[in-house]
Structures are given as C-alpha cells and as structure tokens.
C-alpha cells in the first residue's frame, strides 16, 4: 500500500512566548470562579459572584468611578479626578498614579493591554494596570467609550467622535463616517462586529471601524452601555431601556421592569447583570426575562463588569501561553498531521471557561469503531455557542473504515433534560478513494484517529450540557489508497488571536484542491476544546502555500497544539460543493451552513455508492 500512517518528528526552533494564564484540570482545585464588580457614584464599588448576592468594598475614594476591566489578573477601576485603583481580588483596592487630573470616562483590556479614555482626549495605556503611559489621539473631544476587535482599537465621545489606531499610539480620525454629531457613551465588539452606542437612541455598527452604518434602534431614548454575550447584543438606557438583536442590525425592546435609567451592562457566568441610577441592578439569562436585585445601596452605578478570575492552587497542569521551544509535526497520514509551536490565541482567559468534557453514551456500538471522550468549547467566556468534538478510534489493526459516521446525536443537561439533536456528522479522518476520481477523508486506517465535530447555536447550551448520546455508527470498507497527498508541514501565528497560518505541501504531481479543511485545538491533555475551518483553496503540484482560516479566528484561550486535517480532490473534480454558496448570517451560523453542506455532500457519494 503506497499510503499508510507514518510517524515522524521534524523539529524547528522558535523563540518562546509568555504570558501569565493557566488552565485547570481535574487536579486543581478552584478558589474562586468569576466576579461581577459594579462601579459608580462615591467611590462605590459592589462585587457578586453570581449577580445575585452583592457585597459592598472599600475603594478607599469618593470620586466617581465610571469604567472598568480585568486583564493579566488584574481588576482595572478609572473615574474622576484621573483616578485608577487596582485590586487582585475585588476586596483590596490600591490607588495607582494615572498622570492626569482628567476624568477618565472607560477602561478596556485586549491584546495584552488595558487603555483608558477620557476627557480632552486623554488616553493612557498599561501593560499591568499599575504604571501607565500617555498617549496622544489628536483630540480635545472627551472619549467615552473603548474597545479592541479585528486588530483594531476604537474609541467614541462627543459630538460623534470616532478614532481607529492598529497599535495604541497612532490614531486615524473617523468621526466623519459616523454620520452623526450625538454624543456616544459607548462602543463594544463582539460577533466581529463593532457597535457604538449614544444619545436620541443612536446606534452605529462597523466590522472594520472604519466604515460605519445606522441602525434602527427603535427608541429615541439615550443609550448608555452595551455588551455581547450568549450570541446577543444587548444595549441599556434612560427610563429602562433594554435593546437586544441578534445580528447589531435589528433590535428589539425589553421590558425590564424599572424606569430607572441603566448605565451599564455585562455578561459573564452565563448571566447578563445591568446596573443604573438610585443602586439599580437587574440579571436575565437570555436578555428578555429581568429580575431585579437588591443592592443594599442608593448610591447610583455607571458601569459593570465580569472578570474570569479562574485561579489554580497547584501547577499540575499548565496550558499557559507559552510556545514550545520547538515545533514539531507528528501522526502524519496522506492529509493530516499534529502540529506543535506558538501559542495560539489571546491568552486572557483560562481554558477552564473556555472548554469542557461532557459524558458520552453510545447506544449500539461498533466491533471496531470506538469514541473517546467528547469535548465541548467556545471561542469566547461570553459566547454559549459550541463547537463539539468526539475523538474517534479505529481499535482494529487490519482493516480500514470510511465514510464513519455517527448517527443522531443528543445533547442532555444534568437532569436529562434533551436540549437539542444533530442528526448526524461525518468523521475528519485520512484519505481513500471510492471511484477513478472520487476522494473521501472520512477513513481511519488501521488503528487510526479521528474526530467527529459539530456546532451548536442554542441558548446556554454551553452552560447547561453535560452528556452526549449517540446513537450508532455506520461505516463502509473496500475503498482504495488515495493517490492525492497534501501535508500540513509547519505553521506560524499573527493577529490579536494568534491566528495559525498553516504551511501545506502537495507531494505529489496532482493539482489538488483543498476543501473543508480543518483543526482541531488540542489542550496540554490532547484533548480536543475546539476546532476551526480552514480556507478553500487549489494547491498546485509538487509545491507549498500558506493556508489560513476560513472565517476571522477568535479564541481567548491558549493552546500550542493542532491537528490539522485537509479534505483533498482532484482540481478537476465537479463534486465538491462551493460552500460560499448560500451560507449567511453570523459567523457561527456560516460555519454551521458549512457543516451541513460538508455533511450533505458526502452523505449524497455514500447513497450513490450504495
């Protein structure tokens, strides 16, 4: 047979990269989980754990405090008066010297920096949250709202005021594609897609910040803050105002039970918790449904924020963001290979929030065909969308299996209860042929691996899952040694997510195209947390490109491992489906038209070969 598994190790140096997050495993114990922190009026700052119970600290300030942010373990305060306080833990407060007397209306925290706006343009930058740089916007415009999306900074304020910079330093002014002069309180980013919010119910979105599109909001009413989470854009304002959309296009009024006005709003802890005037707070799970909650205060709150503050107590296991001194590729086949370097994305929160096992149950197993266990991840803590995946095994050394497919998989909660079904998935597995021009990659060959994968788009499932039950697995042999070979050889990192830009050479003399290619984010276990599709592409003979991912990456966690698989045929093939064809909405309703497409179009060859 010209094409069997092969098993080899090439090594490259690289320089190693570090930053200080860990994830747990079951070894470690857990001291706390996340931490709602809500800031406002006099120095008041309240902490929760759940968004029900709050718990008043000490700020050691009666400045008004207006914005803030966790990153690098640290809780990140700003207000009045240039005020900056720290905490490690939500109880303790420091003050730190900010460098300016300006009221600093914002805090964020992305790509490995925490940045503060405010007043007369100020903007300051920190690494740690303690010592903190000045840099000039170009403005005198007061800013008031700061975000980091698409390698891309943003900040709005006054008079419509809109400005774009790539590093934190060198900003572009935009404020002439907002189309407006009303004051703006807020701009977010999430679902990739940036959304300022402001006063007359003005609401602007931008997947680049550069460019910008009015929406309808529905409300006239002064909008103060917004956030994403659970796949919703939710925004907040005077008189109760609670605006959600699905999309940042098309909004829809809550009722939130109180005409005090809402200033501030989050997401975390598979809760949403907006804060207001007079020690307002409200929580919901889906946006819709609010509670009101006590707060033990009067004092009014302009922001709220969750931190991920997932802390181990031992070392056992660390999946930190830190690249191997050396890159490898190993468990080469004629389409796939694992792949070891840079640390692949951002590193602000543990993979613990990130990723999950679940139980798995197979109702009717295979003589040969055995699952391992399922996992199922998320590309943000915000997102409750998930992206499963089942390690599958070929337990025979002998004979192969193709087209491996496991039949109607259920998803369960704890109670058993059914939260939604997917009829079916196909393996990502090695190549064979079924014809003279016919290719598949959904084959172990003997004692091979694979994985089944899926996506999810259900409220809370990721929250609410814990057991997967499929019902059986159906697969065909005979198939032939697939001429095509194209390997995953190497690859390198850039972006805010540390996109992996994946080297692949055609060894051989046929031109190939790759299609619904994929890989699979291995944690320090091996253990599958995520996956993400890779772009379409033709690949000429006998030589190498780089390929990249399909849709914008985004992960918040850190792995150094993938395997990578390529779906591969021959570049004049007419079976394989254009998957651009059809596939709209966002980016995880894309990726699931993908999937079914990919599901479709092999389920169609296997009824034909039948």
Not at 243 to 270: E, P
Not at 396 to 403: D, G, P, T
Request: proline residues 1%.
């Amino acid at each position: 047979m010209r094409h069997i598994l092969i098993i080899f190790s090439l090594l490259f140096s690289f320089t190693v990269i570090s930053c200080a997050k860990k994830s747990d495993d079951s070894s470690s114990s857990t001291t706390s989980s996340g931490l709602f922190v809500a800031v406002g009026d006099n120095g008041k700052i309240l902490t929760s754990s759940d968004g029900t119970t709050w718990t008043s600290r000490t700020s050691g300030t009666t400045e008004y405090l207006r914005g803030g942010a966790y990153g690098n373990s640290t809780l990140v305060v700003v207000g009045a008066s240039g005020t900056i306080l720290t905490s490690s833990d939500g109880t303790t407060w420091t003050s730190r010297t900010s460098g300016t007397s300006n009221f600093l209306g914002n805090v964020t925290y992305r790509n490995s920096t925490f940045m503060a706006v405010g007043n007369s343009g100020t903007i300051l930058t920190s690494s740690d949250g303690t010592t903190w740089t000045s840099k000039t916007s170009g403005t005198s415009k007061d800013l008031w709202g700061v975000t980091y999306g698409n390698s891309t900074w943003v900040t709005n304020g006054d008079n419509g005021s809109i400005f774009t910079s790539s590093d934190g330093t060198s900003w572009d002014n935009r404020t002439s594609a907002s189309g407006t002069t009303v004051e703006f309180n807020e701009v977010i980013y999430g679902n990739s897609t940036f959304v300022a919010f402001g006063y007359s119910g003005t609401i602007l979105t931008s997947t680049d910040g550069t460019t910008w599109t009015s929406r309808t909001s529905g409300t006239s009413n002064v909008l103060d803050g917004g956030t994403y989470g659970n796949s919703t854009f939710v925004a907040v304002g005077v008189s109760g105002t609670i605006l959600t959309s699905s999309d940042s296009t098309t909004w829809t009024s809550r009722t939130s039970g109180t005409s005090n006005k809402l200033r501030g709003i989050t997401y975390g802890n598979s809760t949403f918790v907006a804060v207001g005037v007079s020690g307002t707070i409200l929580t919901s799970s889906d946006a819709t449904t609010w509670t009101s909650r006590t707060s033990g205060t009067s004092e009014g709150f302009r922001r709220v924020f969750y931190s991920d503050v997932s802390k181990s107590t031992d070392n056992t296991t660390s999946d930190s963001c830190t690249s191997s001194s050396s890159s490898s590729v190993s468990s080469i086949t004629n389409n796939g290979s694992v792949l070891t370097g840079n640390n692949i994305g951002s590193c602000e929160t543990s993979n613990s929030q990130l990723s999950k096992s679940v139980t798995l149950t197979l109702q009717t197993p295979h003589s040969e065909i055995s699952l391992g266990t399922p996992y199922v991840g998320r590309v943000l803590s915000s997102s409750e969308t998930i992206y499963w995946s089942i390690p599958v095994n070929n337990t025979s050394s002998i004979n192969s299996h193709c087209f491996i497919k496991l039949n109607t998989i259920s998803f369960y909660d704890s109670s058993n209860t059914l939260l939604t079904v997917n009829s079916g998935s196909y393996l990502n597995g090695s190549m064979k042929k079924y014809s003279s021009s016919g290719y598949t990659d959904t084959c172990l060959l003997p004692n091979g691996n694979g994985y089944v994968k899926g996506i999810e788009i259900i409220s809370n499932i990721y929250t609410n899952v814990s057991k997967i039950v499929v019902g059986n697995i159906t697969t065909t042999s005979g198939l032939s040694d697939s001429d095509l070979s194209v390997i995953p050889q190497s690859y390198q990192t850039s972006g805010t997510y540390n996109d992996p830009l994946i080297k692949v050479t055609n060894q051989t003399s046929i031109k190939t195209k790759l299609r619904f290619s994929v890989i699979y984010l291995l944690d320090s276990n091996n253990n599958p947390i995520r996956w993400s599709s890779l772009s379409d592409v033709d690949i000429e003979s006998n030589s190498s490109l780089d390929l990249n991912s399909f849709t914008s990456f985004i992960f918040d966690g850190s792995v150094s491992k993938i395997h990578v698989f390529l779906g591969l045929d021959v570049y004049s093939s007419s079976r394989t489906i254009n998957r651009n064809e059809s596939c709209t909405g966002t980016r995880d309703e894309k990726i699931s038209c993908y999937e079914d497409k990919r599901n479709n179009n092999i389920e169609q060859i296997r009824m034909e070969l039948n």
